[in-house]
């Protein structure tokens, strides 16, 4: 459904003030991986290593240098028109900041009742607030949301509302960039069950970026590791600490991943 070869992102960077020299940055440099439909892939890697960047490309948020991206064998710089719109809806993707979706001068409801408006201009508007009302009890949410301003909920309520948002569109693929990073444990626990119900329910491909390896995998099939704007390795979905991987890099994301239980925990410090 989704193939991305040999992709470059690159960024002219001033070396200084008062000066013309500039430095040819590479934030990503030629990645290639494909995505099934119904499929989850993870991609992770420290802070700058370009998982975000890569979600913006793929979402035609930003121009790339080289290579190409095609969603269903069509390169998504040659849709236009009707084809654009039906690619603008199929592919979405969810931001880290909660409040970027979300315009804080109206009620949540005009919020998600805005993209059935613009996508589904067939639908009453009694056939929309019943869809708004079934996402909403998908995200275990009270319907008294509806009619509230996204500055009097919580993090985490603002969040699933931006799910909500995207989920109403019934999407082919979805790209969550760090989207529990920011928040509460107990909070990124029921995000991470709801994304999980959304595999289980639909055949949506799902492209789950963070820097947290165990999050990605509890929820993807594979992992992609990148760093410095490159993929160095490709892992297959098994429990933490079971991996068949190779990079040293690798081993130290996984080494990352906290221990619960203070019996297996092999270094102790007292």
């Given at each position: 459904?989704?193939?991305v ?5 690159s960024y002219?960077?001033?070396?200084r ?6 430095l040819d940055?590479?934030?990503i ?5 494909k995505l ?6 993870g991609?992770v890697g420290?802070?700058?290593?370009g998982k975000?960047?890569?979600?913006r490309?793929i979402?035609?948020l ?7 991206i095609?969603?269903?064998?069509k390169?998504i ?5 009707k ?6 809806k199929q ?5 880290q900041?909660?409040?970027c979706?979300l315009?804080?001068?109206i009620?949540?409801i005009?919020?998600l009742?805005e993209p059935?408006?613009?996508?589904f201009i067939q ?7 019943n869809?708004?009302?079934n996402?909403?009890g998908?995200?275990?949410?009270d319907?008294d949301?509806?009619e509230?301003?996204?500055s009097?909920i ?7 509302i931006?799910i909500c948002?995207a989920l109403l569109?019934?999407p082919k693929?979805?790209?969550?960039d760090?989207i529990?990073s920011?928040l509460d444990?107990c ?11 959304l595999?289980?329910?639909s ?5 789950f ?6 999050v990605?995998?509890?929820?993807c099939d ?5 760093e410095?704007?490159?993929i160095i390795?490709?892992i297959e ?7 068949s991987?190779?990079?040293e890099?690798?081993e130290?994301l996984?080494?990352s ?13 007292y």
């Open positions: 459904m989704l193939e070869k040999n992709v470059v992102k002219n960077i001033k070396l003030l008062f000066t013309k020299n500039k940055f590479r934030a440099d030629n990645v290639s991986f099934k439909e119904g499929e989850a892939i991609i420290e802070s700058g290593c975000s960047t890569l979600g490309l979402l035609r930003e121009n790339t240098t080289e290579g190409s095609k969603y269903k064998g390169d710089w040659n849709f236009k028109g084809e654009l719109k039906i690619f603008r592919c979405q993707i969810i931001f900041d909660t409040y979706s315009n804080p001068n009620k949540i005009d919020s009742m059935l408006d613009n996508y639908l009453s508007k009694e056939e929309k607030i869809k708004i009302e996402i909403i998908f995200a275990k949410l319907k949301i509806l509230k301003y996204p009097s919580s993090g985490g309520e603002r969040q699933r931006n948002r569109l019934e693929l979805l790209v969550c760090e529990i920011s444990v909070t990124q626990v029921s995000i991470m069950s709801m994304i999980k119900e595999r289980e329910k055949n949506t491909a799902i492209l970026i963070s820097h947290d390896i165990s990605v995998d509890y929820l594979k992992i992609i590791v990148m410095s704007g490159r390795e490709t979905n098994k429990k933490l600490g079971l991996y991987y190779k990079k890099y690798t130290k996984l080494s991943v906290p221990i619960n239980h203070p019996s297996k925990r092999v270094n102790t410090i």
